[in-house]
């Protein structure tokens, strides 16, 4: 089952990481509209702001695949083999309170994009997670630096025991960013990033990365922004306005 959960993530991810593009306007839009994640809360956000949905985008893919295999069967031909479904993806990512976005924000003639992943962390990792997050909202400069080290080893390790992986993926860190603290209402935020380089087939693609965790009362969520990297500091922005306004799902 979790086996099954990671493929959804690392799919869909991939997918969206894929539509990424790079652009360099900044929005002068004011105006604003509420955006409903159904495990999280409300968030406010630009009004111009489009949100397309991975389960809206799963689910159209779905009926397509589905009316090609019932023309294939149609004509008597052998239909492919279907590890799972488009709407099994969809359905496993809300059951397991997973969304995957991708942000747009039209400007000056072109996009600005950014994959976006929110989840509510299960009850049976919450323990780690509020452990982890207590961890690094004591963190130093000095600690910080110690985990980003830590990190960077971690990672050398992989590649050296299996060299071959890097001949298909690797990924470069470029820097990592101060960590940042938040509060909003009842909840506290602690996000973490940096700026990588990712090399699939030796083909590089530059991003820039923040996550955001986000403990409130007992509850622990992650909320995370990729995006090209140039127009980091404008998500950056539009991310802290919005968690910093969110008002949260209230569970019973």
Known sequence: MQKNKL???????????????????????NSTKDWNIQFLGTLQVP?????????????????ISEKVEKEKAAKGQKQTAEVMSAQDIAANLEKNNVGLYEFALKN???YNTALVIAFKMPEEFKPTGLSF???????????????QTQIITGMNKVFTEVPELKDIFEMEILEFYPFEHMTNKNAQIVSVGGSVAFRMYKMIQPS?????????NTQMYVFGVINSGPDRKMWDNMTKEMLGSARWKVFS
């Open 108 to 110: 000056n003639g072109t």
């Open 7 to 29: 493929f959804v993530v690392i799919f869909v991810m991939t997918t969206f990481l894929v539509m990424a593009g790079t652009a360099y306007g900044a929005s002068k839009e």
């Open 208 to 216: 820039a990365f923040k996550v955001y965790f986000i403990k409130k």
């Open 47 to 63: 009004a111009q702001l489009e949100i397309i949905d991975a389960k809206d985008v799963i689910t159209a893919i779905g009926k």
């Open 133 to 147: 997050f207590d961890n690094i909202q004591k963190m130093d400069k000095k600690q910080q630096a110690e985990l």
